[in-house]
């Protein structure tokens, strides 16, 4: 024991840490802290003043958003439209579902709360009419089966929905499609309906909360992690005392972090999606943010995926735009890694990459995206990244050695605070 | 709430239960769980008759295997080999590395052990040749990495072992290539030397198990479940009152499964790696097999891949196959669904889906394999399969209600041990 103790030592001289790029530049832990608390108070300060709504908003065009509702009000919702169907159907009238409409023209992006909504249009679906034939049965099923799943209070997939009716169904696009329709002709969430995505994030580090009814403590979740639930209803009692939640894009990042055990030596919460962004993943990622009003700084890779990646998060896909309230988290912050980390942390030329025609033509279609135009630090980002065609994953930090990462580059952004 | 619960109580009136196929088979929970008692503790008693080892065999080809060895004990023997080839290069012999054969040629299937093992063919990695100065070179660097890597005790993954020194390895297939040639070299699984891959299985039920010194109680970890930690090495201090693990293909199963805490009902572990079976997945499957004398039972999709990945826990994919020993669960009974469950569960026509020309193709390939041949039931199965040229989602079973794998399903399996 001994004898190992003295050799990991003498490794620890043998690295030559000094030589490691900024190393030498970090100030004691205690500094960073206070810096941090000092960010982490002043976020908090801004989210409780009070949060913009859509309806805070004179808005021009009228815009629809949907909010969670209870298991009895989206039943009675349902029990009320079906009612007045039946009314029509008995004076003669036959029936006709409204549906908001949510095709990229009924689409706005509202800069005052930095998300896309839906507008108000909305499209008739009468079931006497050869084209709207099928898509208004299919609509009568999927909210009998909704119901059906308020009644007995279970959660089910959006799989396991197509599968209660294949014959109707044909296919599950045609399901998952009505399936959102319903949320808005309802007013509420896709998690109100009780309808779940499989959930692939994973949640470490200072946060208490409650997962059906079990109380779960992130710090006592080993190096894997506390899988992030499917159901958010099921959600609550977020207690923690971190300074910031660190959104990490990639899990070899968050592996390193979860070992290291970042979240003793800066109190935060880590949280990744590995990879693309997922329901669960959003929707807990907003609930942490919204009931513990703490800062949230991204680690993503310098790729244009990286802040599309972060753009989910922060102001929602255009499928769900009629969520938007629900699925986004405002005020992301980009810690890293930015391109123009790349030399100033002097990431080596064959740790960079070249970026492909596609990505470099997504790069400038995210250049023209409102939610990056609105924030000129991202653009000069972003316009670096096009103009030297280079990329690199958050990996890429490894070539200074495998806790370079953990020991220097996080602790001197945070120092620095060199987030956008 | 009262008014809820009459409702709900109304509602499982409503469903016509009795209608459900086969729902009136099913005998009290009581006498299941006495069915699966016996077959636990026999299941058990089969697990301390003494495992056959590769030693045990007298086999005409000698064959090789890795095993776990201890931090310590790899930095010593990467110290001796290094010390070894200073002496030959001292010598005026220059240096070579003496590397197991992983190709095909070189593989053999065991039907004894029940998996795929290596032969003990090597071959010699010259430093001063032309064609292998490259490779020897990265032996070199990869057997410092690891080096390092004992000594500070972390773990990495692949990726960022292949960004410490991305000018020399080229692209990542290279440095991973010659990892699983060190592995083999210096005898020990890669989890040996700390090199992980990143987990995507989570497990929920009856399970109490150690994770980085963590104590984690699977039984109170919500609908979530946990997420299987990435390193097993520090996974330790099993125990259970579990009568058998259920392993799921798929994350919508699982999540039916947690939701209804099946495992409240009948005592089980249910655990999945959502699809392709990773390694860290494998690993804890093993773990939980070895130390807690447990019987395995499947749940996959009734298609080719569903006894593919079947297999992969089962025997091993042939890419890793002189670890086979380590990452390999001997004994996994395949529950459902079967293709003979199709019509034995009455599953409608329009839940099947016909089989590709590439499915018939991958089915078929599959009953030339040793596995599936030494198992008469599943030549039956298989055949049946590729006969009917149909194929099913374990979501198929939503078709007579979102609860009937969990509620009818599965405990009828279980009642008439229907599995293979």
Redesign the interface.
């Known amino acids: 024991m001994a004898a ?1 103790k003295k ?2 030592r003498r ?1 620890e001289d043998d690295d030559d840490d000094a030589a490691l790029p900024f190393k030498n530049r970090l100030k004691p832990d205690s500094v960073i802290l206070q810096i941090l608390q000092s960010f982490s108070s002043s976020s908090s300060a801004a989210s409780t003043s009070k949060t913009l709504t859509l309806s805070d908003l004179s808005l021009s065009t009228t815009c629809r958003e949907v909010a969670d509702l209870s298991l ?1 009000s989206v039943q009675s919702t349902i029990e009320s439209l079906v009612l007045k169907i039946a009314k029509s159907i008995l004076s003669g009238n036959g029936f006709s579902f409204d549906v908001p409409s949510r095709t990229s023209t009924n689409q706005l992006y509202v800069p005052e709360l930095d998300r896309i909504v839906l507008k108000d249009k909305n499209t008739l679906r009468p079931f006497a009419n050869v084209s709207s034939v099928r898509k208004s049965t299919i609509t009568a099923r999927i909210l009998q089966l909704i119901h ?2 308020c ?7 959006k ?9 109707l169904f044909q296919d599950q696009s045609q399901s998952d499609a009505v399936l959102d329709d319903v949320s808005c002709m309802l007013g509420c969430t896709r998690s109100s309906l009780n309808v ?1 995505a ?3 994030g ?1 949640v470490v580090g200072r946060l208490i909360f ?7 403590d992130c710090t ?12 958010i209803d ?1 959600v609550g009692d977020m207690q923690s005392d971190a300074m910031f939640i660190l959104l990490v894009e990639k ?2 990042a968050y ?2 972090l979860a ?2 055990r970042f979240y003793n030596r800066f109190p935060c919460i880590i949280v990744t999606a ?1 990879g693309q962004p997922d329901v669960a993943t959003r929707l807990f990622l907003r609930k942490m943010k919204v009931e513990l009003k703490l800062p949230v700084l991204a680690l993503v890779d310098s790729d244009p995926y990286g802040l599309k990646i972060l753009s989910v998060y922060g102001c929602g896909s255009k499928n769900m735009s009629y969520d938007s309230a629900n699925l986004t988290t405002p005020d992301i912050k980009w810690l890293g890694v930015r391109p123009s980390d790349l030399d100033k942390y002097k990431i ?1 030329e ?2 960079r990459l070249p970026m492909t025609e596609q990505d470099i033509k997504t790069g400038k279609d995210l250049l023209e995206e409102d939610f990056v135009k609105k924030n000129p630090g991202w653009v000069e980002e972003l316009t670096l990244m096009v103009k030297t065609k280079q990329k690199a ?1 958050i ?5 200074f ?3 370079y990462l953990s020991e220097v580059y996080l602790p001197l952004k945070l120092q620095q605070k060199d987030w956008l």
């Open positions: 190992e050799k990991r490794s009895t059906q799943l009644m007995k209070n279970i959660h089910v997939t799989r396991d929905l197509f599968y209660t009716d294949v014959k779940i499989a959930e692939k994973v409650s997962d059906n009814g079990d109380m779960i006592k979740m080993g190096m894997g992690g506390k899988a992030i639930p499917p159901n099921r899990d070899a592996i390193r070992e290291d590995k080596p064959q740790c994953e990996q890429a930090l490894s070539t050695g495998f806790q």
